[in-house]
Protein backbone atom coordinates (compact mmCIF):
# COMPACT_ATOMS: atom_id res chain seq x y z
CA UNK A 1 0.00 0.00 0.00
CA UNK A 2 2.40 2.58 0.57
CA UNK A 3 4.45 1.59 -3.12
CA UNK A 4 0.89 2.32 -4.33
CA UNK A 5 0.40 5.35 -1.89
CA UNK A 6 3.87 7.02 -3.43
CA UNK A 7 3.05 6.11 -7.19
CA UNK A 8 -0.07 8.30 -6.97
CA UNK A 9 1.50 10.92 -5.02
CA UNK A 10 4.45 11.25 -8.13
CA UNK A 11 1.45 11.34 -10.52
CA UNK A 12 -0.55 13.82 -9.14
CA UNK A 13 2.99 15.99 -8.68
CA UNK A 14 3.18 15.30 -12.52
CA UNK A 15 -0.08 16.02 -13.73
CA UNK A 16 -0.09 19.01 -11.67
CA UNK A 17 3.24 20.23 -13.29
CA UNK A 18 1.88 20.57 -16.74
CA UNK A 19 -0.69 23.06 -16.27
CA UNK A 20 0.37 24.80 -13.44
CA UNK A 21 3.57 25.91 -14.81
CA UNK A 22 1.55 26.13 -18.09
CA UNK A 23 -0.06 29.63 -16.19
CA UNK A 24 3.14 30.45 -14.34
CA UNK A 25 5.04 30.97 -18.28
CA UNK A 26 2.08 32.65 -19.51
CA UNK A 27 1.98 35.26 -16.27
CA UNK A 28 5.24 35.28 -16.43
CA UNK A 29 5.85 36.33 -20.09
CA UNK A 30 3.87 39.43 -18.83
CA UNK A 31 4.83 39.55 -15.21
CA UNK A 32 7.94 38.01 -14.50
CA UNK A 33 7.52 38.69 -10.80
CA UNK A 34 4.06 36.65 -10.62
CA UNK A 35 4.77 34.37 -12.94
CA UNK A 36 7.67 33.70 -10.43
CA UNK A 37 5.38 33.19 -7.72
CA UNK A 38 3.34 30.99 -9.33
CA UNK A 39 6.04 28.63 -10.02
CA UNK A 40 7.18 28.95 -6.31
CA UNK A 41 3.85 28.01 -5.30
CA UNK A 42 4.05 24.69 -7.69
CA UNK A 43 7.34 23.92 -5.34
CA UNK A 44 5.26 24.53 -1.77
CA UNK A 45 2.37 22.26 -3.16
CA UNK A 46 5.35 19.72 -4.03
CA UNK A 47 7.03 19.43 -0.75
CA UNK A 48 3.36 19.34 0.99
CA UNK A 49 2.23 16.34 -1.55
CA UNK A 50 5.70 14.44 -0.39
CA UNK A 51 5.07 15.25 3.66
CA UNK A 52 8.25 17.52 3.63
CA UNK A 53 8.21 20.21 6.68
CA UNK A 54 9.96 23.06 6.06
CA UNK A 55 11.18 25.64 8.60
CA UNK A 56 13.04 28.41 7.89
CA UNK A 57 15.26 30.04 11.06
CA UNK A 58 16.67 33.50 9.71
CA UNK A 59 19.76 34.91 12.29
CA UNK A 60 19.29 38.18 10.65
CA UNK A 61 17.15 41.10 11.46
CA UNK A 62 14.21 40.28 9.40
CA UNK A 63 13.34 38.53 5.51
CA UNK A 64 12.35 41.30 4.28
CA UNK A 65 15.63 43.25 4.72
CA UNK A 66 17.58 40.61 2.61
CA UNK A 67 17.35 41.76 -0.87
CA UNK A 68 20.25 42.36 -3.18
CA UNK A 69 21.74 39.34 -1.82
CA UNK A 70 23.12 36.51 -2.89
CA UNK A 71 21.92 33.09 -0.75
CA UNK A 72 25.07 30.95 -1.13
CA UNK A 73 24.35 27.52 0.02
CA UNK A 74 27.14 25.97 1.87
CA UNK A 75 26.40 22.01 2.28
CA UNK A 76 24.45 21.07 -1.30
CA UNK A 77 23.37 17.22 -0.48
CA UNK A 78 19.65 16.82 -2.89
CA UNK A 79 17.72 17.68 -5.68
CA UNK A 80 15.29 18.96 -2.53
CA UNK A 81 17.85 21.76 -2.08
CA UNK A 82 17.25 23.99 -4.84
CA UNK A 83 13.39 23.73 -4.21
CA UNK A 84 13.65 24.01 -0.63
CA UNK A 85 15.84 27.38 -1.25
CA UNK A 86 13.03 28.43 -4.12
CA UNK A 87 10.63 28.28 -1.29
CA UNK A 88 12.28 30.34 1.68
CA UNK A 89 13.90 33.08 -0.13
CA UNK A 90 12.90 36.54 -0.46
CA UNK A 91 10.94 37.16 -3.87
CA UNK A 92 12.15 38.50 -7.05
CA UNK A 93 15.45 35.44 -7.29
CA UNK A 94 17.11 33.93 -9.89
CA UNK A 95 19.16 30.09 -9.72
CA UNK A 96 21.71 29.13 -11.80
CA UNK A 97 21.20 25.53 -14.07
CA UNK A 98 22.88 23.99 -16.24
CA UNK A 99 22.17 24.15 -19.67
CA UNK A 100 20.72 20.28 -19.84
CA UNK A 101 18.23 21.06 -17.16
CA UNK A 102 16.33 23.96 -19.58
CA UNK A 103 15.29 21.27 -22.17
CA UNK A 104 13.27 19.97 -20.02
CA UNK A 105 9.40 20.75 -20.86
CA UNK A 106 7.63 23.29 -18.89
CA UNK A 107 10.43 23.15 -15.71
CA UNK A 108 13.25 24.02 -18.14
CA UNK A 109 11.04 26.33 -20.06
CA UNK A 110 10.21 28.03 -16.86
CA UNK A 111 13.68 28.81 -15.84
CA UNK A 112 14.19 31.07 -19.95
CA UNK A 113 11.09 32.53 -19.01
CA UNK A 114 12.11 33.89 -15.35
CA UNK A 115 16.03 34.49 -16.57
CA UNK A 116 17.96 32.10 -14.22
CA UNK A 117 21.49 32.00 -15.14
CA UNK A 118 22.35 29.38 -17.65
CA UNK A 119 25.75 27.55 -18.08
CA UNK A 120 27.27 24.94 -20.21
CA UNK A 121 30.41 23.38 -18.64
CA UNK A 122 32.71 26.31 -20.02
CA UNK A 123 34.79 28.60 -18.14
CA UNK A 124 34.14 31.47 -20.40
CA UNK A 125 30.98 30.49 -20.75
CA UNK A 126 29.63 30.63 -16.94
CA UNK A 127 31.91 33.61 -16.33
CA UNK A 128 30.21 35.12 -19.28
CA UNK A 129 26.89 34.21 -17.77
CA UNK A 130 27.48 34.96 -13.98
CA UNK A 131 28.30 38.64 -15.01
CA UNK A 132 24.87 39.28 -16.48
CA UNK A 133 23.12 39.02 -13.32
CA UNK A 134 25.31 41.69 -11.66
CA UNK A 135 22.16 44.45 -12.87
CA UNK A 136 19.27 42.29 -10.86
CA UNK A 137 21.65 41.72 -7.64
CA UNK A 138 22.24 45.58 -8.00
CA UNK A 139 18.38 46.56 -8.22
CA UNK A 140 17.25 44.30 -5.15
CA UNK A 141 17.39 40.85 -6.97
CA UNK A 142 18.62 37.81 -4.90
CA UNK A 143 20.48 35.21 -6.57
CA UNK A 144 20.73 31.61 -5.36
CA UNK A 145 23.49 29.49 -5.84
CA UNK A 146 25.47 26.53 -4.16
CA UNK A 147 29.06 27.52 -3.49
CA UNK A 148 29.89 23.49 -3.99
CA UNK A 149 28.33 23.53 -7.58
CA UNK A 150 27.71 19.91 -7.24
CA UNK A 151 25.92 17.80 -4.73
CA UNK A 152 27.49 15.63 -2.20
CA UNK A 153 27.65 12.04 -2.32
CA UNK A 154 28.11 11.35 1.63
CA UNK A 155 27.26 14.48 3.02
CA UNK A 156 31.40 15.96 3.13
CA UNK A 157 32.23 19.19 1.41
CA UNK A 158 33.15 19.41 -2.19
CA UNK A 159 35.83 22.07 -2.65
CA UNK A 160 34.20 25.56 -2.77
CA UNK A 161 34.21 27.33 -5.71
CA UNK A 162 35.17 31.56 -5.86
CA UNK A 163 32.87 32.72 -8.44
CA UNK A 164 29.74 33.41 -6.22
CA UNK A 165 32.12 35.42 -3.66
CA UNK A 166 33.87 37.34 -6.51
CA UNK A 167 30.47 37.79 -8.56
CA UNK A 168 28.59 39.33 -5.02
CA UNK A 169 31.88 41.65 -4.32
CA UNK A 170 31.89 43.08 -8.11
CA UNK A 171 28.07 43.60 -7.69
CA UNK A 172 28.82 45.34 -4.00
CA UNK A 173 25.60 42.48 -2.94
CA UNK A 174 25.72 41.29 0.28
CA UNK A 175 26.06 37.33 0.77
CA UNK A 176 23.54 34.90 2.84
CA UNK A 177 25.41 31.47 4.04
CA UNK A 178 22.91 28.63 3.91
CA UNK A 179 22.60 25.94 5.34
CA UNK A 180 19.95 22.94 5.31
CA UNK A 181 19.46 20.15 7.36
CA UNK A 182 17.57 17.19 6.31
CA UNK A 183 16.93 16.85 3.20
CA UNK A 184 19.35 14.19 2.25
CA UNK A 185 17.71 11.72 5.21
CA UNK A 186 14.47 12.80 2.37
CA UNK A 187 16.29 11.96 -0.98
CA UNK A 188 19.75 11.05 -0.58
CA UNK A 189 22.29 11.46 -3.83
CA UNK A 190 21.59 8.75 -6.28
CA UNK A 191 17.81 8.01 -4.99
CA UNK A 192 14.72 8.56 -6.41
CA UNK A 193 12.01 7.89 -3.82
CA UNK A 194 11.11 10.76 -1.61
CA UNK A 195 11.26 10.15 1.78
CA UNK A 196 8.88 12.50 4.54
CA UNK A 197 11.01 14.28 6.96
CA UNK A 198 11.46 17.46 8.39
CA UNK A 199 13.67 20.03 6.83
CA UNK A 200 15.77 23.28 8.21
CA UNK A 201 17.07 26.15 5.98
CA UNK A 202 19.05 28.77 8.29
CA UNK A 203 20.24 32.22 6.87
CA UNK A 204 23.31 33.14 8.55
CA UNK A 205 24.40 36.40 9.76
CA UNK A 206 24.95 38.92 6.49
CA UNK A 207 28.13 38.80 5.20
CA UNK A 208 28.67 42.79 3.67
CA UNK A 209 31.16 42.69 0.45
CA UNK A 210 31.27 46.77 0.31
CA UNK A 211 34.85 47.15 1.28
CA UNK A 212 36.09 44.22 -0.27
CA UNK A 213 38.69 43.56 -3.05
CA UNK A 214 39.19 41.00 -5.47
CA UNK A 215 42.09 40.25 -3.50
CA UNK A 216 39.99 39.10 -0.43
CA UNK A 217 38.45 36.48 -2.52
CA UNK A 218 40.34 33.46 -0.63
CA UNK A 219 39.95 35.08 2.76
CA UNK A 220 36.00 35.31 2.14
CA UNK A 221 35.81 31.37 0.61
CA UNK A 222 37.57 30.33 3.87
CA UNK A 223 35.04 31.83 6.19
CA UNK A 224 32.59 30.31 4.53
CA UNK A 225 33.92 27.00 4.71
CA UNK A 226 34.56 27.45 8.29
Not at 108 to 124: D, E, Y
Not at 180 to 193: A, D, Q
Amino acid sequence: MKLISYLIRCAIAALSLVPWYLVGILVGLVDKRNGLRIFVSWNRFFLRLFRIEVSVHNENDSTESLSGCVFTLLNQTSLLDSGIGGVSIPLPWRGIVNIEFTIIPFFGWAMWIFCWVIVRQWPKQAKRAMQQVKPFLQSGGNLWISIEGMRSKDGSLSRYKKGPVILAMQAQAKIVPVLIYGTRNCLPHGKWRISPGKVKIRFLEVIPTENMQYEDRDKLVNILRT
